[in-house]
């Protein structure tokens, strides 16, 4: 026995809120990826926690698809940011105005 | 409480701690390596809810290569934080309260979800069962995968060695 489902559940929600928030309110590119990644990775933590409640590996294997989409997220985000970092030398979002 | 209970309130004490300091530091260096001490905890609860082969990727891919590249990039153009560093908070104030109600409706949720007050068992899912199972109902989506990360591969590649003017190298 470990503990209730619901405190699993628990400790995924208040790490998706946490990524949300730093995803939502920090002013630069690479924090926003960061909080991203912390809200797949408490989406992990829930489908683990759900697979061992309802007794099915069907959830562990969608982790492993998880890990897959945030290895290829990372990967191209970077980039994308090290581009605009080159263009714009500067990785506040309020600053790319160059359509203004 | 048993000594897996225990172990699994200290450990989601960890991560939510170490994630907590990581999204408020202005260094991003310290944020990433305390990530690295969150990712590590997530590791050390998938070992616990059963899941030895998720425990292992999540310390080779998420706490190995993932945040690696983030210091890769951290270190390779240090970016100096100037000004502010959150937004203002008329910008995320409404985000802010959308993000609580949700929080509020999960907790009451999850608490008068029926069956969520059941413990879990001790369950175990070996590397071979887990395998199988992938290989045998997920074959095509392991392609796709691959697929997927073939195209990664190739976007960063280019984006990476764009010639394009560039600002800051003209300014050097």
Redesign the interface.
């Given at each position: 026995?470990?503990?209730?489902?619901?405190?699993?559940?628990?400790?995924a929600?208040?790490?998706f809120?946490?990524?949300?928030?730093?995803a939502?309110?920090?002013?630069?590119l690479?924090?926003i990826?960061?909080?991203i990644?912390?809200a797949l990775?408490a989406a992990?933590?829930a489908f683990?926690?759900s697979?061992?409640?309802w007794?099915s590996?069907?959830g562990?294997?969608l982790?492993?698809?998880i890990?897959?989409?945030?290895?290829?997220e990372?990967?191209?985000g970077?980039?994308?940011?090290?581009?605009a970092?080159?263009?714009?030398?500067s990785?506040?979002p309020?600053t790319y105005n160059l359509l203004k | 409480m048993t000594l897996y209970g225990l172990l699994f309130y200290v450990i989601a004490a960890v991560i939510v701690a170490a994630t907590g300091i990581a999204v408020t530091r202005r260094n991003l260096v310290h944020a990433v390596v305390y990530l690295i001490f969150s990712f590590l905890g997530s590791a050390m609860l998938f070992y616990l809810l059963g899941a030895p082969l998720l425990a292992v990727l999540e310390v080779i891919i998420y706490a190995g290569a993932i945040m690696v590249l983030f210091l890769f990039v951290v270190i390779m153009i240090k970016p100096e934080s100037h000004g502010e560093m959150m937004f203002s908070l008329s910008q995320w104030a409404p985000a802010a309260v959308f993000s609580a109600v949700y929080v509020v409706v999960t907790i009451l949720m999850v608490a008068s979800a029926p069956g969520t007050e059941a413990p879990l068992a001790m369950l175990w899912a070996s590397p071979r069962e887990f395998a199988l199972y992938v290989f045998q109902h997920h074959w095509f989506l392991i392609e796709v995968v691959s697929l997927l990360l073939l195209v990664a591969l190739m976007g960063a590649l280019r984006l990476g060695k764009g010639k394009g003017k560039s600002q800051v190298e003209v300014e050097l």
């Open positions: 026995m470990i503990v209730p489902f619901g405190h699993v559940l628990l400790l929600g208040i790490l809120a946490l990524g949300m928030f730093c939502l309110a920090r002013r630069n690479i924090m990826v960061l909080g990644e912390i990775n992990s933590i683990v926690g697979a061992l409640h007794k590996i069907e562990q294997a982790v492993l698809f890990l897959a989409v945030a290895a290829t990372v990967s191209v970077l980039a994308v940011i090290v581009y970092f080159r263009r714009s030398g990785f506040d309020n | -």
